[in-house]
């Protein structure tokens, strides 16, 4: 089980970091992402994170501006959002334990691994 927490309304330029908390057996040793949905749109990619923290990945629109991390005591995943811009307005989910892959820098999500969604709404 995921639990996220974080997100809410913002104005452009500003930041939020949305957190995902999870069991050790879920945490422990698996990459973790980071996804979005916007409104009328499908669930993309946002951020992916390597077990031990050492590799991550971004999609293009957010690279500069988001930062993924993790806390491996504390069983948590991070994607702190600055700069943020209103087309980043969606329904962000946290993913556990799916597949980190480096020839195409993202991450593929477990199906079964998905918190339960923080609404981020960016207004100009």
């Known amino acids: 089980q995921l639990v996220q927490s974080g997100g809410g309304l913002v104005q452009a330029g500003e930041s939020l970091r949305l957190s995902c908390a999870a069991s050790e057996r879920t945490f422990n040793n698996n990459a973790m992402g980071w996804f979005r949905q916007g409104p009328g749109k499908e669930r993309e990619f946002v951020a992916g994170i390597s077990w031990n923290g050492d590799t991550t990945y971004y999609v293009d629109s957010v690279k500069g501006r988001f930062t993924v991390s993790r806390d491996n005591f504390k069983n948590t995943a991070y994607l702190q959002m600055n700069s943020l811009k209103p087309e980043d307005t969606a329904v962000y989910y946290c993913?556990?334990?799916?597949?980190?892959?480096?020839?195409?820098?993202?991450?593929?999500?477990?199906?079964?691994?998905w918190g339960q969604g923080a609404q981020v709404t960016v207004v100009p």
């Open positions: 993913n556990a334990n799916g597949l980190l892959r480096t020839d195409h820098r993202d991450y593929v999500p477990r199906t079964t691994n």
